[in-house]
């Protein structure tokens, strides 16, 4: 029989239908929606009188637009309240399930999806989000789509889609301590480059990943396309079993077993073919940080920026406007420059784990002065958690400001903005001009390296005594 990948495992039992050389049609298993992308999807369908093909295959939940104070009250941005309106009228209207602002299950939808059991190995998942590439921590096929193709999911349950190039990244090896697994797709995407992954659906392969939590996979598939790449995924073990087991939407009993048994078939066969393999040492990871306005321009923490010399040519005058909007200089050390914002959320580092190792870090000791520092659950459950396990009052007693669940100042759409010209070190996934609010400056790190730099007040690798 031929060797085949997982990625094509998953794929060849979803087509539907083949146009020679052409695109696909897909069945999807699962349809995530939130405010931003479906209202002009239901609008479409709802002009051509076609109802939800699926709605039990579809879940909602608002976390753009919200905002992350007083959720209680009626939202203040006229915008805002209408997306947010919007989506719970569609959803009521053609009986989708939605986990509205105050549902105990309302939060970022690549927080909730797995978190409910909703994400299992195998899936074809979907959701008019570039960062649905999350699920395929457990071993599915999740991509973003656009707002047109959330409204072909609606109304045929079915997708058209061109096969991607397929591409396996194997790392290998024990990361160090204080090393995660933010840091490890960091090093990627600066060897990769933001646009390196481009056409390609990515499997990560290896020990460095084997022995990642399921939070940390998370973490490391939602930032796949920061390189491009249409998705990312991760072969189901043990770990993926044993954190599907028991949630909501799980399979329960006998079928979870049986179910476990067919997941187990999904890793790629010895002696598949990729059309491109790297191949790095978990040993040569360090904590890192971006230093420029896309993902890729990211160094280990305790590297320089580098010299102008160093930049190819093509690439040197992008290279020197990312600088001036960071204002820095080429060259420049990067520990020990000064930070005003510390994010920690959003749907790469906004879950529980990722809470209890700032709060852990931060435990007696506190926040630097010049530092505002957000905590922002990724979900309710996640908030919930927090509470029960003492983080909250740990992150209060530390100076941190713990607000309600949403995608929060990772993107801006809400109140949550970080002032023009203020440097924000942020959990999150882009550092794009203007992303955490206009002419604020982003540098993407780790939930410990954002921990520390709140204490320190400037930029500090994580692993030293913060000598503040
Ligand atoms: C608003 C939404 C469509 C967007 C995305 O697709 O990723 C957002 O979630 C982001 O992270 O930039
Ligand atoms: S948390 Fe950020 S990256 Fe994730 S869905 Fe929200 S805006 Fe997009």
Redesign the pocket.
């Known amino acids: 029989m031929e060797a085949k990948t997982l990625f094509d495992k998953i794929w060849d039992a979803h087509v539907v239908s083949e146009i020679e050389g052409g695109p696909s049609a897909i069945y999807i298993d699962c349809h995530l929606i939130h405010e931003?992308?479906s209202p002009q999807a239901f609008a479409g369908i709802e002009k051509r009188g076609v109802p939800v093909f699926r709605p039990d295959q579809t879940f909602a939940t608002p976390d753009?637009n919200v905002p992350t104070e007083n959720q209680h009250l009626p939202i203040q941005d006229a915008l805002s309240k209408f997306q947010v309106d919007k989506l719970t009228e569609n959803c009521e209207k053609h009986g989708v399930s939605l986990y509205g602002l105050n549902h105990p299950y309302q939060g970022v939808v690549h927080v909730v999806g797995p978190q409910l059991g909703l994400t299992q190995p195998g899936m074809t998942i979907v959701c008019?989000?570039?960062?649905t590439s999350t699920h395929g921590a457990f071993g599915a096929i999740a991509f973003?789509i656009g707002t047109s193709e959330v409204e072909m999911v609606l109304a045929s349950q079915c997708i058209m889609q061109p096969k991607p190039k397929k591409m396996r990244i194997t790392v290998n090896g024990d990361l160090g301590a204080g090393v995660t697994a933010k840091d490890l797709v960091l090093y990627i995407i600066s060897k990769v480059t933001a646009g390196g992954g481009t056409g390609y659906f990515i499997e990560y392969a290896g020990s460095a990943f084997e022995k990642l939590s399921m939070e940390g996979r998370m973490t490391v598939c939602n930032m796949s396309i920061e390189m491009g790449a249409r998705g990312g995924l991760i072969a189901p073990d043990e770990t993926t079993f044993e954190y599907v087991r028991g949630r909501e939407n799980a399979p329960k009993g006998a079928d979870f077993d049986r179910a476990v048994e067919e997941w187990r078939k999904l890793k790629t066969d010895d002696g598949a073919v990729f059309d491109k393999e790297l191949e790095f040492d978990a040993a040569d990871i360090e904590p890192m940080i971006t230093y420029g306005t896309n993902p890729g321009m990211g160094t280990k923490i305790k590297s320089s920026i580098p010299a102008l010399s160093e930049i190819e040519k093509s690439e040197q005058e992008s290279f020197q406007k990312s600088m001036n909007y960071m204002g820095f200089s080429d060259g420049d050390v990067l520990v020990g420059k000064p930070i005003d914002y510390v994010f920690v959320g959003s749907c790469t580092n906004g879950r529980i784990e990722d809470l209890r190792e700032v709060a852990a870090f931060v435990k007696g000791k506190q926040k630097a002065e010049n530092i505002t520092a957000w905590i922002v659950p990724g979900s309710k459950q996640v908030e919930k958690q927090a509470q029960e396990e003492g983080l909250v009052e740990v992150l209060e007693e530390a100076g941190f400001k713990l607000r309600q669940p949403g995608?929060s100042a990772?993107?801006a759409?809400n109140d949550d903005k970080v002032p023009k010209g203020k440097y924000a070190v942020s959990t999150s996934n882009?550092n794009f001009e203007g992303r955490q609010g206009p002419g604020s400056r982003t540098l993407l790190a780790s939930p410990l390296t954002a921990a520390a730099v709140a204490v320190a007040g400037k930029i500090v690798d994580p692993r030293e005594p913060v000598n503040v």
């Open positions: 931003v992308t753009h008019g989000d570039s960062h973003g995608c990772c993107l759409m882009r």
